[in-house]
């Protein structure tokens, strides 16, 4: 979604906030925009991808400090104008924002009338012209910014420049916004990973705070003047950028990560001898797991799918009912939350609004919240406090495939440590724990032989829809798969589990109609064994997804084969020729694989 990007220190900044944008591209957006400070501004906005706004900047293009922006619109349509940075009236102030203000269109109103004359239609312009004319009244560019943020109502990540005044500030009220502190220089970027080749030191700013930086000072405030020390924290290298390497597209470089990301997941977490996992984040007693209530996982898009697939597990393993709700529904169906229940929020970015919102009001509710988070010192990762980090590294492109495998294998984790505390025997732990350290390595051995993928691309490129069936704990995975080719390929798919399709979806099989099946060798084969047979004799092609050597194998007119896997784990091994399909038959018809038209990569507003 939206991006900024921040310099000032003594380089010329204009190549450093081309660079901060192109990092932050794989976020998603549909324009940019850059401010440089030298003697007056010059601003240059363009739509489209970060390459067209390069492509109208001059040579020489001077100036020390500057901020950048990458737009994903809300308010006003995709154009030059409406793209940041915004320009006070009076051209004294410029500002990029993430977030929405939500009374903006109150503050226009009193703006015109006071005779502002905009140039936008977004509902950012407003905060430019409210700061100047706070400045205007002998404040100070801190107190101008205070005064301004009390006037909004909505969400901010904020950044502005002035031309008088040698400070860049910053606010933070739901948009993340992270400083980075190098020699003598001072960046600003939305996530870390784009200030990673610069500097490790970073402060994370909190919602409600200010910053104000100079080249060499970071000082912090808040809305009401109070102010407190800078908590500088470190950044690991994982988060440094990961180049392309050998590969043409990112989603293909993430499927092929999967086997070491899992490792990263998994190492110093898996006690092989008491067959249990370890954890450090699930911070409860046994008393307390044995009286648990109820589980609850949140999550958007394929984090959901990864939160239906953990809640199976926790129920069947751990015996305790558990279920995985969509985090944008769960906040506003007026839950009712028990403060002894076990919850998580699930989030690759930590940064996703609609599972922000929906734990800070299980929180609000008396409930605590686990995260299950990729980036370090995210929003939802500092919002839940208690947790774990699922450790893929960087995921750049937008369709997430390698955080979706380290979600699941860190549910499969947290599920045996809950059962183990529960019911589960030692015995049976042992063999899932054993299960899953062998994962890493037959995502290895079906990489290396992957299957007829290029036939069943060419099945379902020019399909009108296609529908993905799995049963148990593949009917999530059904789920994934679908939306990866429909993110992807922009083909309409339809995911259903198998017992369901006679219920409705059956209506639309016709000759040569593509369903996929995702049958792993478990208990409910045999029902999906039938539901084949049901859609083949309504002419359905099938694309079967089964383990190597499984009785099944021939069912299907395309059979792909995985590794045998344990039961509990099939869904890291049978994601995997559903991503690829879907990256296959995105490349095969045209589309911009990593990064499909309107997605985002994190959704910052709800
Ligand atoms: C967006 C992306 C999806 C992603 C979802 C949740 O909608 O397009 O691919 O699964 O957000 O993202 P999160 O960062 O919370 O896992």
């Given at each position: 979604m939206c991006g900024i990007f921040g310099y000032m220190g003594p380089k010329q900044a204009a190549p450093i906030l081309v660079e901060g944008l192109r990092r932050l591209e794989y976020r998603g957006y549909d324009s940019s925009g850059i401010a440089l400070k030298n003697g007056d501004f010059s601003i240059y906005k363009k739509t489209g991808k970060v390459v067209e706004l390069q492509s109208i900047l001059p040579e020489k293009l001077h100036g020390n400090v500057g901020i950048a922006h990458t737009r994903w619109a809300t308010h006003g349509g995709v154009t030059d104008p409406n793209a940041h940075p915004h320009l006070s009236e009076n051209g004294k102030v410029v500002i990029v924002h993430n977030g929405i203000i939500e009374n903006s269109r109150t503050l226009r109103n009193l703006l015109k009338k006071k005779g502002v004359v905009f140039n936008s239609e977004t509902d950012s312009e407003v905060i430019s012209h409210i700061l100047e004319?706070?400045?205007?009244?002998?404040?100070?560019?801190?107190?101008?910014?205070?005064?301004?943020?009390?006037?909004?109502?909505?969400?901010?990540?904020?950044?502005?420049?002035?031309?008088?005044?040698?400070?860049?500030?910053?606010?933070?009220?739901?948009?993340?916004?992270?400083?980075?502190?190098?020699d003598g220089e001072t960046f600003v970027s939305s996530d870390p990973h784009a200030l990673s080749t610069h500097t490790q030191r970073v402060v994370f700013m909190?919602?409600?705070?200010?910053?104000?930086?100079?080249?060499?000072?970071i000082t912090m405030s808040n809305i009401h003047g109070d102010s407190f020390d800078t908590d500088i924290t470190v950044l690991e290298e994982e988060w440094e950028e990961a180049e392309l390497g050998e590969f043409e597209h990112y989603m293909l470089k993430e499927i092929y990560e999967q086997p070491d990301s899992l490792r990263q997941c998994i190492n110093g977490r898996l006690d092989r001898v008491r067959g249990n996992g370890r954890l450090g984040g699930l911070n409860l007693t046994p008393l307390e797991l044995s009286k648990l209530p109820h589980v609850r996982l949140l999550g958007c898009g394929t984090a959901y799918h990864a939160a239906e697939i953990g809640g199976l597990l926790i129920e069947s393993l751990a015996r305790v009912p558990s279920v995985a709700h969509i985090a944008s529904e769960f906040r506003t169906n007026e839950p009712v939350v028990n403060p002894n229940a076990l919850h998580f929020a699930i989030s690759q970015s930590g940064e996703t609004a609609d599972t922000l919102s929906a734990l800070k009001e299980i929180q609000l509710k008396g409930g605590s919240v686990h995260g299950v988070v990729n980036v370090v010192g995210s929003s939802i990762a500092r919002q839940c406090g208690k947790g774990v980090y699922i450790h893929s590294g960087p995921e750049q492109a937008v369709a997430s495939t390698k955080a979706f495998s380290n979600m699941v294998a860190a549910l499969t984790i947290f599920?045996?440590?809950?059962?183990?505390?529960?019911?589960?025997?030692?015995?049976?732990?042992?063999?899932?724990?054993?299960?899953?350290?062998?994962?890493?390595?037959?995502?290895?051995?079906?990489?290396?032989?992957?299957?007829?993928?290029?036939?069943?691309?060419?099945?379902?490129?020019?399909?009108?829809?296609?529908?993905?069936?799995?049963?148990?704990?593949?009917?999530?995975?059904?789920?994934?798969?679908?939306?990866?080719?429909?993110?992807?390929?922009?083909?309409?798919?339809?995911a259903y589990p198998a017992g369901e399709m006679k219920h409705g979806p059956i209506a639309l099989l016709e000759e040569g109609s593509p369903v996929i099946f995702i049958v792993p060798n478990d208990h409910v084969k045999e029902k999906s064994r039938s539901a084949i047979h049901e859609c083949r004799a309504r002419g359905a092609k099938i694309i079967l997804i089964h383990e190597?050597?499984?009785?099944?194998?021939?069912?299907?007119?395309?059979?792909?084969?995985?590794?045998?896997?344990?039961?509990?784990?099939?869904?890291?091994?049978?994601?995997?020729?559903?991503?690829?399909?879907?990256?296959?038959?995105?490349?095969?018809?045209?589309?911009?694989v990593d990064r499909p038209r309107n997605l985002a990569k994190s959704v910052t507003v709800e």
């Open positions: 004319y706070e400045l205007n009244r002998d404040n100070s560019p801190t107190d101008a910014l205070r005064r301004t943020l009390s006037k909004l109502v909505g969400t901010w990540g904020l950044c502005a420049i002035f031309l008088d005044h040698d400070v860049m500030l910053c606010a933070r009220n739901g948009s993340p916004l992270i400083i980075g502190q190098g909190d919602d409600g705070d200010i910053a104000t930086l100079t080249t060499d000072q599920s045996i440590q809950v059962a183990r505390s529960r019911s589960l025997s030692k015995e049976k732990g042992k063999e899932i724990i054993n299960g899953l350290q062998q994962i890493p390595h037959l995502i290895e051995e079906y990489l290396a032989n992957q299957g007829p993928i290029m036939e069943a691309v060419d099945l379902v490129k020019d399909a009108k829809s296609v529908l993905f069936l799995g049963r148990g704990i593949s009917a999530p995975v059904a789920k994934e798969g679908a939306l990866k080719l429909m993110e992807v390929a922009y083909i309409p798919c339809l190597q050597g499984d009785d099944i194998s021939d069912e299907g007119d395309i059979n792909i084969a995985i590794p045998k896997v344990n039961n509990y784990l099939s869904p890291m091994l049978t994601v995997l020729p559903l991503q690829l399909i879907s990256y296959h038959a995105a490349l095969a018809l045209g589309c911009d």
